[in-house]
């Protein structure tokens, strides 16, 4: 979770509170069988999953996307740099889902959070998406900033 260290990571999940948690083993799925609490789950209940989908635990298949699925239903945000790009995956645009990547964003643009070690003028921001395709695509981290304080408002 936040504390008062640089984080620089290349993938994170953002809370439905706010709250920024670093993927320390480079897969948020590796994440959330490290720390089930911490996403509201049990490790006897994520090896359900694998084992109803007959995958090895950890697998990056079907029942990963069921259980980072259900994560992104209940507020979490998937966050990955990939590319030199922020990408966001959210299950719904929301106003919390605005406003917690709009926090994630502004904490780039200060050097609080810099994914790989880059800084906020070395990041673009690839795509802001939900399953129904709402997306906000921008080259920019300044533009996204600016667009999701204005939707913010609306």
Do not use: C
Request: proline share 3%; glycine share 8%.
């Amino acid at each position: 979770m936040e504390g008062r260290r640089k984080m620089t990571n290349s993938a994170y999940f953002i809370g439905p509170d706010g709250s920024i948690y670093p993927v320390d083993n480079g897969k948020h799925i590796r994440e959330i069988i490290a720390s089930p609490e911490t996403y509201g789950l049990t490790l006897g209940k994520i090896k359900a999953v694998f084992k109803k989908y007959d995958e090895p635990l950890g697998d990056e298949k079907y029942a990963r996307e069921k259980i980072i699925g259900k994560l992104l239903e209940k507020g979490w945000t998937r966050v990955r740099l990939e590319n030199g790009y922020l990408k966001f995956q959210i299950a719904k645009l929301t106003a919390d889902a605005r406003k917690n990547i709009l926090k994630f964003l502004e904490k780039v643009k200060k050097g609080a959070v810099q994914p790989e070690n880059r800084t906020a003028n070395q990041i673009g921001i690839k795509v802001i998406f939900d399953k129904d395709n709402n997306f906000l695509m921008e080259d920019d981290i300044d533009i996204a900033i600016k667009a999701l304080r204005n939707t913010a408002k609306e």
